[in-house]
């Protein structure tokens, strides 16, 4: 009989690692970044004038007309032939080339991470990250069960100096994942001879990088500083995503690092989704060969870097003087800090009502309590030029500053 529906409440027999995760932002934030009548800054998204066009259908029809079977059938774990090597020679020409048990090709950078978090947590490990980092991934490691605890950033990147303080008042972790290049949320790039040091201190303490190079390929300028696993290839394992370069739709990343960590990633791998879309692999392969994932790169690269200096030039033309915000140099975040006592929360919501969206700060930080979770993001929001129209972007910084000034009277 319809409507005489009985509900039970199945939260009560979630696990305990899901309840703990039960309450979490990045849904409200995915859900924000979706509203079409706000001006929004909300949700780290490409911006679909990025997406390959109608070379990749010439792509699809040949692989269809060419009955190409690998396209269509189960992948190997760890991904195809074509598609490994191709990913191999990305990564050679961005320094070092993976050997063969050294890659896998993951169903994007999130499923990277959860395999390393399947692979090497056990509850109440110890994790590091940097504090604000990429919620996604305080979230995998959190249903884990790790213990996770932030590392302050400043303008330089992750502060190593205080990452040596952590780990003399927490003792070692059992991975420290950072965001080298053009950080989420920060916009930060960490710098060259902390990159050096990162590695020398993971040696000396024995304890495994975890390098997340997502927006790495999205430079505004030629500078390209050496990746950690370019520095340390036996201390870090590197995990990347097309999603930013390529499309997200497709779900393609990769993780690479020393072989018994892959070989465990891959076994993982196997009892999750077994492998990544082979049909995206091969996609992916031959636009790349073609030279469409570099033409796009090229394009996307333009498209963030224009939008990124409209938006330092409206936070200049808008903001209090008591504001300040990063400038970043790639990537699609800009940090920005409040006046004392301004709660990035309130604003958020307040400026929602104005028709701007934005994502405050604070879910960016893992739980209160570790090292440099003191400030705890309460006073930042972050700000993500990627798809935001250019021409909306003076307006809705213009808003935001009204909401600002108004969160100031109270
Ligand atoms: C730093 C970082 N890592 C990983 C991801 C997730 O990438 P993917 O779509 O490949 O899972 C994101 C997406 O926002 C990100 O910002």
């Known amino acids: 009989m319809s409507g005489t529906r009985t509900r039970n409440r199945w939260d009560e027999v979630f696990a305990r690692r899901t309840k703990a995760n039960a309450a979490d932002g990045l849904t409200s934030i995915l859900a924000l970044a979706n509203k079409t009548d706000l001006i929004s800054f909300a949700g780290g998204f490409p911006d679909p004038s990025t997406f390959p066009g109608a070379?990749?259908?010439?792509?699809?029809?040949?692989?269809?007309?060419?009955?190409?079977?690998?396209?269509?059938?189960?992948?190997?774990?760890?991904?195809?032939?074509?598609?490994?090597?191709?990913?191999?020679?990305?990564?050679?020409?961005?320094?070092?080339?993976?050997?063969?048990?050294?890659?896998?090709?993951?169903?994007?950078?999130i499923e990277a991470l959860e395999l390393l978090g399947k692979s090497l947590i056990d509850s109440g490990d110890?994790?590091?990250?940097?504090?604000?980092?990429?919620?996604?991934?305080?979230?995998?490691?959190?249903?884990?069960?790790?213990?996770?605890?932030?590392?302050?950033?400043?303008?330089?990147?992750?502060?190593?100096d205080r990452l040596e303080t952590a780990i003399a008042a927490h003792g070692r972790p059992k991975f420290l994942y950072t965001i080298p290049d053009h950080q989420n949320p920060a916009g930060i790039t960490l710098a060259n001879d902390r990159r050096q040091r990162l590695v020398e201190i993971a040696r000396h303490h024995g304890f495994l990088i975890v390098e997340d190079v997502a927006y790495r390929d999205l430079g505004f300028t030629e500078d390209r500083l050496p990746s950690l696993w370019s520095l340390g290839p036996d201390v870090v394992v590197q995990a990347g995503t097309f999603s930013k370069t390529f499309m997200p739709g497709v779900r393609l990343g990769w993780g690479a690092g020393p072989p018994e960590l892959v070989a465990s990633m891959v076994w993982a791998k196997q009892n999750t989704d077994q492998c990544a879309t082979a049909l995206g692999q091969r996609l992916l392969e031959?636009?790349?060969?073609?030279?469409?994932?570099?033409?796009?790169?090229?394009?996307?690269?333009?498209?963030?870097?224009?939008?990124?200096?409209l938006l330092m030039e409206a936070l200049e033309a808008h903001m209090p003087d008591d504001v300040s915000w990063t400038r970043p140099r790639g990537g699609f975040f800009s940090w920005l800090e409040l006046p004392n006592g301004i709660d990035g929360s309130a604003v958020?919501?307040?400026?929602?009502?104005?028709?701007?969206?934005?994502?405050?700060?604070?879910?960016?930080?893992?739980?209160?309590?570790?090292?440099?979770?003191?400030?705890?993001?309460?006073?930042?929001?972050?700000?993500?030029?990627?798809?935001?129209?250019d021409d909306l972007i003076d307006e809705g910084i213009e808003r935001l500053a009204s909401v600002i000034e108004h969160s100031r009277k109270g």
């Open 126 to 160: 110890l994790v590091l990250v940097e504090g604000p980092t990429y919620l996604g991934a305080v979230m995998a490691f959190q249903s884990f069960e790790a213990t996770v605890r932030a590392v302050p950033l400043d303008d330089q990147g992750l502060d190593v």
């Open 286 to 309: 031959e636009y790349g060969r073609a030279g469409g994932l570099d033409a796009q790169a090229r394009r996307s690269r333009a498209l963030y870097g224009r939008r990124c200096a």
């Open 55 to 109: 070379e990749l259908v010439g792509h699809f029809e040949r692989l269809v007309a060419d009955r190409d079977v690998s396209a269509f059938q189960y992948a190997p774990v760890a991904g195809l032939v074509g598609p490994r090597a191709f990913i191999a020679d990305r990564l050679e020409r961005d320094g070092t080339r993976p050997d063969e048990d050294e890659l896998v090709i993951t169903s994007g950078a």
């Open 348 to 389: 958020a919501r307040r400026a929602v009502d104005d028709g701007v969206a934005i994502v405050p700060g604070a879910p960016f930080f893992p739980g209160a309590g570790g090292e440099g979770n003191r400030a705890g993001g309460e006073s930042n929001v972050r700000l993500s030029f990627s798809r935001v129209e």
